[in-house]
């Protein structure tokens, strides 16, 4: 059974940072494209960033792009998001997801997310 | 960046009847577009992926159908569990981007 556990959310400062981890069971967790996607409070789902198999290629949301970094270790079978620089505006429940079978693109499993509270 | 606009972005249906959903995408996406459902406290399940295929597992009540810019998610009889917000993606163009959602509601 496919599981993705999130944790390192939290209370933080403008300005301040934070590590999201996300540990992954139940699939050979190398073989798969990651993602970050967030939810503000009560609204939408927003795409954050991703990773392929081997963390050689990234991609992020502009909104994130130079604060951020995704990355992985695969002999730990865990995805990272280090926040940096972080607004208020990035507080939000933070999800991993597991690309899909169809494609890298879509997300085909889901942690249950960690909360992420920037404010002073 | 390509945006999509969901609507309606209440839909209030009782149980048995249809649902359509709408997403229009910014610019053509092809057929690369996919549907989510989160129920409350949930993260979110793949339904739809390239616009008409069901993911694994899903009931044939759901259906997909568009391509370009126009898409849409049919359920031919809802259920209970069905009720929720549904959320598009496309996976055409980077960054990847969500639809604001379409909460189907009991009426």
């Known amino acids: 059974e496919v599981q993705l556990v999130e944790s390192g959310g939290g209370l933080v400062q403008p300005g301040g940072s934070l590590r999201l981890s996300c540990a992954a069971s139940?699939?050979?967790?190398?073989?798969?494209?990651m993602h970050w996607v967030r939810q503000d409070p009560g609204k939408g789902l927003v795409w954050v960033s991703r990773?392929?198999?081997?963390?050689?290629?990234?991609s992020y949301a502009d909104s994130v792009k130079g604060r951020f970094t995704i990355s992985r270790d695969n002999a730990k079978n865990t995805l990272y998001l280090q926040m940096n620089s972080l607004r208020v505006e990035d507080t939000a429940v933070y999800y991993c997801?597991?690309?899909?079978?169809?494609?890298?693109?879509?997300?085909?499993?889901w942690g249950q997310g960690t909360l992420v509270t920037v404010s002073s | 960046e390509i945006v999509l606009t969901q609507s309606p972005a209440t839909l209030s249906l009782s149980p048995g009847e249809r649902a359509t959903l709408s997403c229009r995408a910014s610019?053509?996406?092809?057929?690369?577009l996919a549907w989510y459902q989160q129920k409350p406290g949930q993260a979110p399940r793949l339904l739809v992926y390239?616009?008409?295929n069901r993911a694994t597992d899903i009931p044939a009540r759901f259906s997909g159908s568009g391509s370009g810019t126009d898409f849409t998610l049919t359920i031919s009889s809802l259920e209970p569990e069905d009720f929720a917000v549904y959320y598009c993606?496309?996976?055409?163009?980077?960054?990847?981007?969500f639809g604001g959602g379409t909460k189907v509601e009991i009426k």
């Open positions: 997801a597991r690309a899909s079978r169809y494609s890298g693109s879509y997300s085909g499993y």
């Open positions: 139940g699939f050979t967790f190398s073989g798969y494209w």
């Open positions: 990773i392929n198999g081997d963390g050689s290629s990234t």
């Open positions: 610019q053509s996406v092809n057929s690369y």
């Open positions: 390239d616009a008409s």
């Open positions: 993606q496309q996976r055409s163009n980077w960054p990847l981007t």
